[in-house]
């Protein structure tokens, strides 16, 4: 694993040499001998390419009625020592939590706070699990010139503009006084690259809100999803609707292809159902995406912007264009019934099948 790390150092200029080994010994002692290299490892000992699978939590790995699906999921996942990536919008003191309580499995990697921080798993040979944080990337974030403080006051400016301007919108942080005791005491610890509001608007009008909040923060990434647990109450077509929106460094897709880069995964799949999982999965490089059933409004119309020949009928597999115009195929559930961990276990299914033929096919070339 250190020509691996090595590689990626040689890569960023900024970095002399002498930072080079200490930030290459940092990052070997919280990847290397992780649940998840181990994983890897034992696929390639197999002769298999490094797979895994990254995926939001709500709604695409767990939702209610769909537990047993999940628990489907982690024990293939487990059985072909597939890393199971969580890649979502809570932080990681939240994501713990709801592991120490039963809810969630302990993941092999998080990436939380929208992919703006990064923890991984280890355990001892007494069963004991640790989470060690990726230092390295967090101060890749730093070098962005990411500073929240000033962040934070100029949202205040926009704040008051879209009072006067756009009131309908009530456009406000998350946590208002939790940001106005951040302002008069800073803490580092707190969400340090993730700055978050909540707006009302109606769905045909969110793109002009993110138009309108980029005006503000034009060198940071904006990312909006619906609040789901808000919506579920209104009527499908009720409206306005209800928002989140979140001011970044970095998306899930950057944390999505940081970590396949360092650690040597080629190939997966990448699953989300919302706004702020389509970055990832328009982005997800070699990774097959996947927008799973019960995805948000929001999710899909984005998604079908970048379907470059829409096959008819009800085929799950489409193929799109990213941001680079490279074509690639993406699965949209297109089976009502079918939601969350359903989606992804039957995309694998489908690739799977996909992939025994291209060997049977490759294999009767090579005997001719």
Known sequence: MG?????????????????????????????????????????????????????????????????????????????????????????????????????????????????????????????????????????????????????????????????KNHPAWKLDFQRPDREQHLLEKPDATYQAFKISFHFFSDPLEIERVSQEVSQFFPDQSIVLCEEINYNRSLKPDESPKKYCLDILPITKAGAVQYLGKITGIKKGIVAGDSGNDTGMLLESGLFTPVLVGGYAREAKNTIEKNITIKKEGRRSFQKIKDSKNNPKAIYIEQNPQREAAESILRAAEILHRAENIKKIRESKIRSK
């Open 3 to 163: 020509e691996r790390f090595n590689e990626f150092f040689n890569a960023v200029p900024e970095f002399s040499q002498e930072d080079k080994e200490q930030e290459t010994q940092g990052l070997k002692s919280t990847y290397e001998g992780s649940d998840m290299i181990s994983m890897i490892e034992k696929q390639k000992g197999l002769g298999s390419e490094g797979a895994a699978l990254f995926t939001d939590i709500d709604n695409t790995f767990i939702k209610k009625g769909k537990e047993s699906a999940t628990k489907e999921l982690q024990k293939k996942s487990k059985e072909k020592n597939f890393p199971i990536i969580a890649v979502t919008g809570n932080d990681f003191e939240g994501v713990a939590r709801r592991i120490k309580s039963g809810e969630l499995p302990y993941f092999e990697t998080i990436a939380g706070a929208v992919g703006t921080e990064i923890w991984v798993k280890h355990t001892d040979k007494n069963g004991g699990i640790t989470y060690k944080k990726d230092v390295y990337f967090e101060n890749m974030l730093q070098q962005t010139g990411y500073d929240r403080q000033e962040l934070c006051k100029k949202a205040l400016l926009m704040i008051s503009d879209f009072e």
